[in-house]
């Protein structure tokens, strides 16, 4: 969940296969605003790193949107 604030509390397993990136989480908001359990699975086909990118701009957004919107 590479794109996260700096200091964001993260408790996260990630996984890879031939196909599949994933990566099962949870995300503590600061602030007392919460906590987000997160579970992201992307077919990976040819592009491992394009995968691994779209789940944490996934994380993010749930950040931004939780902690600001929420």
Known sequence: MGILPPNTKVSHETGTDTNYAH?????????????????????????????EKLIAEVARTAYDFFYFFK
Request: charged content about 20%.
């Open 23 to 51: 990566d099962v989480g949870i995300i503590y908001l600061p602030d007392d605003k919460g906590v987000i359990a997160l579970s992201v699975f992307v077919e990976t086909a040819k592009a491992q790193n394009i995968a």
